[in-house]
């Protein structure tokens, strides 16, 4: 059973840091493409950074480029994503997901969306 655990999620300053960790089981999380995804209130839900587990391979979109810092542990079957130089515009629902498409790429992933889903967990930048 595919299972996806967000942590990390939280209340912070603008200008501040977070990071965000996803526990994934069920599957190997080295053999697939793996990313976050963001919703704030109103809006569509967006594709913020995926890697491919095998190689190391990173998508960002270009809103969090050069702030958000994606990475995995295959062995330990973990994602994180550290965020600095946090904005308002940040605050949204983050949900870990995976399409589960053996070697996908990560640019597929986050633009087309995942099949399977963590719960979310709440970023909220405020002062």
Same mark, same amino acid.
């Given at each position: 059973q595919v299972q996806l655990v967000e942590s990390g999620g939280g209340l912070v300053q603008p200008g501040g840091s977070l990071r965000l960790s996803c526990a994934a089981s069920g599957f190997t999380l080295g053999n697939y493409a793996i990313g976050w995804f963001r919703q704030a209130p109103g809006k569509e839900r967006e594709g913020v950074s995926c890697i491919r587990s095998s190689d190391g391979i990173t998508y960002?979109?270009?809103?969090?480029?050069? %702030?958000? @810092?994606? /990475?995995?542990?295959?062995? %330990?079957? @973990?994602? /994180?994503?550290?965020?600095?130089?946090?904005?308002?515009?940040d605050t949204a629902v983050y949900y870990c997901a995976t399409d589960l498409t053996l070697y996908g790429g990560p640019e597929r992933l986050c633009l087309g969306g995942g099949g399977y889903w963590g719960q979310g967990t709440q970023v909220t930048v405020s002062s």
């Amino acid at each position: 059973q595919v299972q996806l655990v967000e942590s990390g999620g939280g209340l912070v300053q603008p200008g501040g840091s977070l990071r965000l960790s996803c526990a994934a089981s069920g599957f190997t999380l080295g053999n697939y493409a793996i990313g976050w995804f963001r919703q704030a209130p109103g809006k569509e839900r967006e594709g913020v950074s995926c890697i491919r587990s095998s190689d190391g391979i990173t998508y960002y979109a270009d809103s969090v480029k050069g %702030r958000f @810092t994606i /990475s995995r542990d295959n062995a %330990r079957n @973990t994602m /994180s994503l550290q965020m600095n130089s946090l904005k308002p515009e940040d605050t949204a629902v983050y949900y870990c997901a995976t399409d589960l498409t053996l070697y996908g790429g990560p640019e597929r992933l986050c633009l087309g969306g995942g099949g399977y889903w963590g719960q979310g967990t709440q970023v909220t930048v405020s002062s």
